[in-house]
């Protein structure tokens, strides 16, 4: 990549723009969104790049419908729907080096035997041989990546040192595979929600260096300890990625749902609904409030009918069973506007 096609992948520090830059690194670019110009700074430049949606929102919400049909429920009631651009570090690493060690020479036997009925069945056996000595050179890109901002209440997996799955989520696909990838504008703001990172570049950075750690010192994990592991980091370069996500809400069969898919390879991500509405239990949890409040109730006013010695006397009984009845007034009004609330909401 040329330096001015580096250039071009800078974003706007006031606005996220994309510069136009008049030189290379360390000379000036003006954003032709805002107008303001700024110095490019090389390795410390912030790439953003927009991988393109696909997945059209009708698309989106019959597949969907198809899903929740196969599970058996009825047709969804779509309650809102929109397109996100969700941030992700993008960090590559580039790894150079030498891994010398020592690693076990196991032998496979097979040997024929017969069972009851005479069926030949084969047994396989491994015993080691001694040990051979390895010798790799290691030369190899390494694409770590660190959510920006998670969003695993959408069941979206949130990125870092110790996840690096991305389920059904093709985020991490090479570069190529993603599509005509763009230069994000603040246009894009337009037409979908963008969401700004809360992960910073620098702990995207620290992120991605436990990863490639936790990588080189696994490239020795089938030889036997004591390996020589000599790996470096030659360069490593980070770009906020922002990758589409369809979000649909919805109700079925009285529940409420959410639903997220991929808007570049059409999968779909998550898909959650609460738990069926069941208004007899709602009933059975109310009873037991009720014949709770009445027990405390029924109490108080024993106390006030047959006061104990120490409370005789000064018109507490009288206070007590005041306090008795508005408690148990309160306690069936609050118990019936809930039994009310739960009849609305009830499918």
Do not use: K
């Amino acid at each position: 990549m040329s330096e001015r096609a580096s250039a071009s992948l800078l974003a706007c520090p006031r606005c996220g723009g994309s510069p136009d830059p008049e030189g290379g690194p360390g000379l000036l670019a003006r954003c032709p969104s805002c107008g303001v110009l700024g110095r490019i700074e090389g390795d410390e430049a912030q790439g953003q790049i927009v991988v393109p949606a696909t997945l059209d929102a009708g698309e989106a919400l019959a597949r969907l419908a198809a899903t929740l049909a196969a599970r058996g429920s009825t047709e969804p009631a779509i309650e809102r729907h929109e397109l996100v651009y969700v941030p992700y570090w993008r960090v590559e690493t580039a790894l150079a080096g030498r891994i010398e060690g020592q690693r076990r020479i196991v032998v496979e036997e097979i040997r024929q035997t017969f069972d009851e009925q005479g069926a030949r069945r084969p047994i396989v056996r491994r015993r080691e041989d001694g040990a051979e000595t390895i010798v790799r050179e290691v030369q190899e890109l390494h694409v770590a990546l660190v959510s920006a901002c998670p969003l695993e209440e959408f069941g979206l997996p949130a990125l870092d040192r110790r996840q690096q799955m991305t389920g059904e989520l093709g985020v991490r696909r090479r570069a190529d595979l993603l599509g005509p990838l763009a230069v994000f504008t603040p246009a894009l703001r337009d037409v979908a929600t963008v969401l700004d990172p809360v992960v910073g570049r620098d702990r995207a950075l620290e992120e991605a260096r436990a990863i490639v750690a936790r990588r080189a010192d696994g490239l020795a994990s089938d030889l036997l300890p004591g390996a020589e592991v000599d790996v470096e980091r030659l360069g490593e370069q980070a770009t906020l990625l922002r990758y589409p996500v369809r979000l649909v809400w919805f109700r079925v069969d009285g529940r409420a749902g959410q639903a997220a898919f991929d808007a570049s390879t059409g999968a779909m991500v998550s898909l959650r609904a609460a738990e069926p509405f069941d208004a007899g239990l709602h009933r059975r949890a109310l009873g037991l409030a009720g014949l709770a409040a009445g027990f405390v109730v029924g109490s108080l006013l024993r106390v006030a009918a047959f006061p104990p010695p120490i409370l005789n006397g000064g018109g507490l009984s009288a206070r007590i069973a005041l306090a008795a009845l508005v408690l148990g007034a309160g306690a069936w009004w609050a118990l019936a506007w809930t039994l009310r609330q739960l009849e609305a909401e009830a499918p």
